[in-house]
């Protein structure tokens, strides 16, 4: 008895390795209207296609239900909707849904209880709220829309889902609100907003909490600006607001030297910048990894993704390098393990699966992959 005992746990524990050497990838590709999924295979150190599916012209954001079986893709051609897909057991996708959203949505994010879809339009100017039915439906009357100024860009609630915020790249704020975990519902949070502007055209875009408080107890944010070449480092407050400290280079000074800072915004926030004698900064997306040592970012003109050193006493970043990646590289992620990241380049028809140096946080490429064209977006299933 005992030995069937043992077999059965070490066949259990064995399974339970083998499920957390595996994770699904999947790349939204505007361009191409699909939606390309992967396996990645962590012991094999590979990202394996597993088919490719039609989520319609200019598929962007993306965001996972909270238990994990269920892909949002937000569509940003007319009539702009959030499309359904459930995730298979074996990672492949199958579509149930589209929901009507009042915008084309930039960003897409759940709250923390997993009840509701957050969106934000850069083009609207405005975020909506939706309810998210127990089938994993988005439903289609939004609990609210809210009208924030120009160019929403990204939006979150904090980790106590206490707390939401909205970067205005157009305005150079972040806006502050308490959200109501139980309704959906949002308001402004008093000052109902932080300039973030040391200089003129900042563009704060998009951002990430730490995974953890550091060792003086602060709740740290990292703001990414896009057009003033920033990691903006702000703490949380007890009343939801959040202060502001340094903002860090968010890339090599050796590559920003020759590259022009803080003018002529984006037309689109999407495709191109305006022509420029000088090519200017252009910042995309940020990621830390989950045990909160390493942060990572991505620059577009010069198609670099830079690396950080996390300060666990008070969360203050240090450069470690930046590394030449695909071509225009705008959306990135890191696995729960923090040992992988897979970045996507919008110029580039592949993703590169990189591994990090645990003791470093520096990037080795590992292999690049094929993807559809405009790639854009990447997220982690596991």
Known sequence: ???????????????????????????????????????????????????????????????????KKTLYVSVRSQPYHVSAWHIQADGTLSHFADTPLPEAMAYLALDKSGRFLLSSSYGGDLFSVNRIASDGKVESAPVQVVHTGKRAHSIQTDPSNQFLFVPLLGADQLLQYRFDSHSGKVTPNIPSFVNIQREAATGPRHFVFAPQRDEQGAQNMYLLTEMAGNISRLTLNQDGTMTEHEATPSLDPAIARNMQRGEARPLTGDDDLPKSAKPRLWQADIHITPNGRFLYSTERTSSNITAFRVSPVDGRLTLINSTKTETQPRGFAIDNSGRYLIESGQKSTQVALYAIDQNTGKLSLIERVPTGKGANWVTIVE
């Open 1 to 67: 008895m005992k030995k069937r005992i043992m077999a059965a746990g070490m066949m259990l524990f064995a399974s339970t390795v083998m499920a957390q050497e595996k994770a699904y990838v999947y790349v939204s590709n505007g361009d191409s209207g699909t939606v390309t999924a992967y396996t990645l295979d962590k012991a094999q150190r590979q990202l394996k296609p597993l088919g490719e599916y039609p989520t319609g012209l200019k598929s962007m954001p993306m965001a996972v239900s909270s238990d």
